[in-house]
């Protein structure tokens, strides 16, 4: 029994125990209302009239409801659509590479008779403690790999995540090694063991890990802003946030669309591509949140 | 291919039969962390004999070794220039604002989460808080545009409402200091919470028990079981935060910021320096020396923390 089950069970309450209540009660409340207040926020000005926004700003309720922002990105959706293509594009095969990598290092690494483990692991910490910085990955990138305007570019700086390799390796370790040592005797590879008994026995790890991953490659615009200059390979993230700073990607849909720039309802049309480029995250949000818990804690306990 | 390829690098670190031994053991198993290795020096170890830039000229068409040589022109220029002392100020002050203010909260948060009543209710308020981790910093600079743009901004609305006079934001640089401190907590409570509240619920429930035995008010023991139980973890995250002292979350700054040249002198951090000087291509030795200067502090700080911590009671380093 935990203790909060314990105190819930307690009829008796003492004073201190109810102003602590309200104490926690209060602050939560004001933290939960100030973290999705921004994301209503962003819902309703997606919603609202461009003239409404331009005369009164900002409310949690459409003053004067409209859905002309989605009406225009959707009546032109080439863009968002190709920039959908380049997100999934990414995060799949990121997500699929960066997963099995990660698993089957991480499988070595959990490996007790595996000598150099240890040796291996600081070799993989060692970068988090030290490395060159944007600068020299971005020239190395650059001058001598020639990725920029390339897919890769956008792929490879997040398929190896030290911290998740980790975290894998504590859930790979809580596997008995007699399994492997039983399936050894029956003749199995290393590679066979690895993919027939570790992955199916790490699904929740997989899963933990997987997601992680994928909300990185969901979420990233940085990789292309400084990889990929050809609009027509922009992730949604990094296409948005063009959308947000740059005019040159309103006078796009304004040119594609037909209508002139001066009318184009920019406020609520960045609200708009705010909510479609964020969504799906929000969508699954609830299904996915308790992985991600799981993964914080398991890395929380190893430190 | 792959074992061709690693054997290099390899043989130079450990040159005896042991290695070998171990090798054509568990050849399977080397195969296997191959990719990962390799991965790992192409993206991080190859990448960070860029660092020798600068100690250089750098000049793209000659590359990065056949640059010519300038000793410490680069440091010397950045620093004496004041950048060095602007950035490295901004880094640090942010870092350590964020860093109290945002492990504070989010020690408040996993106290409350884990001691309250209403199994639903703390249910809601955790997912609530945890909502923001999940957003990109995109989305953010987004609701800060929202919220603080001079015309239709809902801060201004607000104070609209009121009847008093809109305030541009972006013409009053330190007002940003409390915007990015309270955003990066709104992004990062929910997150650092958990790691809290898996600190809290490893506490053995009989401590607990006994205190209430003994009579002890909630205030009481949180003060004397929760906090003290919670003390390594909260040592482990200072740690991993004063190690990246130098280091600014470039994605925060430069969605909250942006191209703002206004809010450079309370606002520009190393990494956001970096950064622009890449994109006009100008100053490549001296980004080169600041990054230098970032990295190797870094690693420095970190270390000496590290075996401070491991003096004072082992369990508590790193590594």
Known sequence: MSYSTLVNNRIRMSKSTIIFNIIGYSILSVLALLCIFPFIMLLSGSFTAEQSIAQYGYGIIPREFSTNAYDLLFKNPGEIIHAYGV???????????????????????????????????FFFYFTTLFNGGTLTIYIFFVKYLNLKDSYLALILPLLINVFYLLIMRSFMASIPSSIIESAKIDGAGEFLIYVRLILPLSKSGLTTIG??????????????????????????????????????????????????????????LKMAMAVIATGPVLLVYPFVQKYFVKGITIGAVKG | MQTSNREPERVGIMKNHQFLNEFNKNKALFIMIAPAVLLTIILSYIPMSGLVLAFKNFRYDLGVFGSPWAGFENFKYFFLSGTGARVTFNTIFYN????????????????????????????????????????????VGTFIYNIFNYETGTFNSILKFFNMEPINMYSIPSAWVWIIMIFNSWKWVGYNSIIYMAAITNIDAECYEAADIDGANIFQKIRSITFPSIMPTIIVMLLLNVGRILRGDFQMFYQIVGNNGQLYNTTDVIDTFVFRSLLTSSDMGMTAAVSFYQSVLCLVIILAVNGIVKRVNKEYALF
């Open chain 1, 87 to 121: 997100t999934i594009f990414i995060t799949a095969a990121g997500t699929f590479f960066g997963l099995f990598v990660t698993s089957m290092t991480a499988y070595v690494l959990s490996r007790q008779d595996f000598k150099y483990r240890n040796g291996f692991s």
């Open chain 2, 96 to 139: 350590l604002i964020n860093l109290i203010t945002s492990q504070f909260l989010s020690m408040l948060v996993a106290i409350f989460i884990t001691e309250i009543f209403g199994k639903t209710y703390k249910k809601i308020c955790q997912s609530l808080i945890f909502l923001p981790y999940f957003i990109s910093w995109v989305i």
């Open chain 1, 211 to 268: 997601l992680f991953i994928l909300l990185g490659y969901w979420n990233d615009w940085y990789n292309a802003m400084l990889y990929i200059s050809d609009y027509k390979m922009y992730p949604l993230q990094y296409m948005l946030y063009n959308m947000l700073s740059a005019t040159e990607a309103i006078s796009r849909i304004s040119s594609s669309s037909g209508i002139e720039i001066s009318n184009m309802p920019a406020q609520s």
